[in-house]
């Protein structure tokens, strides 16, 4: 079964220290993204990548970083630099950007609880 | 700066129909998502309309009006299991998503 996996569901780290999420599609899409989503806000864009390593800034990129090294990964650090990191963090996939419908879809989220 | 509108929460007796409504104000158009969000689990689309019009698809019907900036989504026959969240976005001139806060749906037996 094709689909995306997010690893963990929970997380839960000190304050200070930096922290990996895993999210990995075998969709064969060439679009990742990552998601914040807050109690009452709409989801939130941090990260998004195109291609394989390349990834643009999305609306909310202070703090974290990305890499995409292989088609399938996107893994999103989220490091002490984040001011209020502790959020449900949604991971999606797409077929390409730029072509109007452009069905995404999400991994199982990973809830991180910054202590 | 761009805007989604939807209502936070709405409530609904089983069995009955429920219209959720969207408005929204962006740069530029390239479509407009709804997708269902049960709690604490990950977004599954819905529907998608870029022309005016409604679009059908079972119990669940979205309408779009791009002159006023709005949509809704039309639940028919509610079920226990359609009480979720309910996500508009719009994609935008980047051809980015602008996502709405979500509607909560509470269906009543």
């Known amino acids: 079964d094709g689909g995306i996996t997010q690893s963990p569901k929970y997380l839960f780290r000190k304050e200070g220290q930096n922290v990996t999420l895993s999210c990995e599609q075998n969709l064969n899409h060439d679009a990742m993204y990552w998601y914040r989503q807050d109690p009452g806000q709409g989801l939130r864009l941090i990260y998004y990548s195109q291609i394989v390593n390349d990834f643009q800034k999305g609306d909310i990129a202070e703090g974290y970083s990305v890499s995409r090294e292989k088609k399938e990964s996107f893994p999103l650090t989220v490091t002490s630099a984040q001011k209020n990191p502790t959020a449900f963090y949604l991971c999606?996939?797409?077929?390409?950007?730029?072509?109007?419908?452009?069905?995404?879809?999400f991994g199982p989220g990973t809830r991180l609880t910054v202590l | 700066g761009q805007n989604i509108d939807q209502p936070t929460e709405m409530t609904a007796t089983e069995g009955a129909i429920v219209q959720i409504n969207c408005t929204y104000q962006?740069?530029?158009?390239?479509?407009l998502f709804w997708y269902q969000q049960h709690a604490g689990e990950a977004p599954t689309f819905l529907s998608y309309n870029v022309l005016d019009g409604l679009e059908e698809k079972g119990r669940f019907s979205s309408f779009l009006s791009r002159s006023k900036g709005y949509s809704y989504l039309l639940l028919k026959e509610l079920q226990m299991k359609d009480s979720a969240s309910y996500l508009c976005a719009v994609m935008d001139s980047n051809y980015q998503l602008i996502w709405g806060a979500g509607t909560k749906l509470i269906i009543k037996p």
């Open positions: 962006t740069s530029g158009f390239n479509g």
């Open positions: 999606a996939s797409s077929i390409a950007e730029g072509l109007g419908f452009d069905e995404q879809f």
